[in-house]
């Protein structure tokens, strides 16, 4: 087994197609540069040492009450979990002193890490009882609709994988099949955490870039333009299946009304995916066309400010999203919600014609009552960060 493995991932944010998406209708995803970091050493005692710093967790957990007679069924893959096994590793956790009273994303984060070691280590000959000690910090914060479960996910199955030496580095656009069999076993692990996630989290998370979704396929959207944002999270708590549920009901009430602006919705994640892939090229050619990136700005600038409008339109803003927006079109800026709205998250699109003198004002502003990240959308996915013998 390999001694030390650390290993990262990003959140993602929905560029355009949330609640739309549920309808059928195309989304685009982009992985968020605010990352999840795991550093797995092994260690010579009988035992797993955990530090979640996030979650508030550090613990150490008994290597001899895990389940591992139940690891081979576990281990084919696919796209179902072990309920046997996940059970066990429920009852362990609710037997353990130290171990029951974490609750809430922490047990979620419990069962996780536990059901991955017995499936992907302990499974594995001479790793049966092998100690380590994980250590998880974050940027990305939780419960804010940016993924950081499957960033972490995607963390615990990469360095799993790494350590046993089931793969190999690098991981990237030049292993296609490294990342999917990581992504096929994080999304295993947000079955843990989330039951029946659609799994667009932590395909983002793995791929990085930027993916569409329509219905159930995902496309990796070759053509990206890395896009600057100020990310701004409102620390309003929302519930995303109250929000899916109430515009289910608007759809219900007003089908005819509420399917057009779905369908407009459709349409912009399409207008998008168009001019994010043109505007890519227009970049690879060295184009230093200043009415090119001019009229690239603007047409964001537009899709945006229509996304945001159709999104109130259905009842998932909240009073301050709409501060965050009248706030960027202050500035000149065009901003909207990511994710099930109400609260949560938004982001604010910075062209790079944007002057210092304009970021710093708007993310001052910002800052006073809000918590504000300038960070980029569309980079690297699931990333080894050191890794030794």
């Not at 922490?106 to 000690?133: C, D, H, P, W």
């Not at 990085?208 to 990796?220: E, K, L, M, V, Y």
Request: hydrophobic share 40%.
């Amino acid at each position: 087994m390999l001694s030390t493995v650390v290993v990262s991932a990003p959140g993602k944010v929905i560029l355009h197609g949330e609640h739309s998406v549920v309808y059928g209708k195309k989304a685009i995803a982009c992985a968020l540069d605010l990352r999840t970091t795991l550093s797995l050493q092994s260690i010579p005692e009988k035992s797993l040492v955990l530090k979640l710093s996030s979650l508030e967790i550090d613990a150490t957990v008994p290597l001899d009450g895990l389940p591992v007679a139940l690891a081979s069924p576990a281990c084919d893959g696919g796209t179902e979990l072990s309920s046997e096994l996940h059970n066990a590793v429920q009852k362990m956790i609710s037997d353990t002193p130290t171990l029951k009273e974490i609750a809430g994303p922490g047990q979620q984060a419990l069962e996780t890490i536990l059901y991955m070691y017995v499936a992907l280590v302990a499974n594995n000959k001479g790793f049966t009882s092998q100690g380590l000690r994980l250590e998880v910090t974050s940027t990305l914060p939780v419960g804010a609709g940016l993924g950081s479960s499957a960033a972490f996910s995607v963390c615990v199955v990469a360095s799993f994988l790494l350590a046993t030496k089931q793969i190999t580095g690098p991981l990237g656009k030049e292993s296609p099949a490294t990342l999917k069999k990581v992504n096929e076993w994080a999304y295993l692990a947000e079955c843990i955490i989330h039951g029946r996630p659609s799994g667009i989290d932590n395909t983002i998370s793995c791929f990085g870039g930027a993916i569409t979704r329509n219905q159930s396929d995902f496309h990796p959207l070759e053509k990206f333009v890395d896009q600057r944002v100020l990310l701004v999270h409102t620390k309003v708590p929302r519930s995303t299946k109250a929000l899916v549920a109430g515009v289910r009901d608007l759809y219900n009430q007003q089908r005819v009304a509420t399917e057009a602006k779905l369908d407009e919705m459709d349409q912009i994640a399409h207008e998008a995916e168009k001019i994010y892939s043109e505007y890519a090229l227009v970049l690879e050619n060295g184009s230093d066309d200043a009415e090119q990136h001019a009229v690239f700005d603007a047409k964001v600038k537009e899709l945006v400010t229509r996304n945001q409008t159709l999104l109130e339109d259905i009842g998932v803003s909240h009073p301050t999203l709409k501060q965050i927006c009248d706030i960027a079109t202050s500035h000149s800026l065009a901003a909207k919600l990511t994710g099930a709205g109400g609260g949560g998250c938004a982001v604010v699109f910075i062209p790079s014609s944007t002057t210092k003198q304009i970021i710093e004002a708007i993310t001052q502003e910002l800052s006073v009552p809000f918590k504000v990240w300038d960070t980029r959308l569309g980079g690297r996915g699931v990333a080894i960060d050191d890794i030794s013998e």
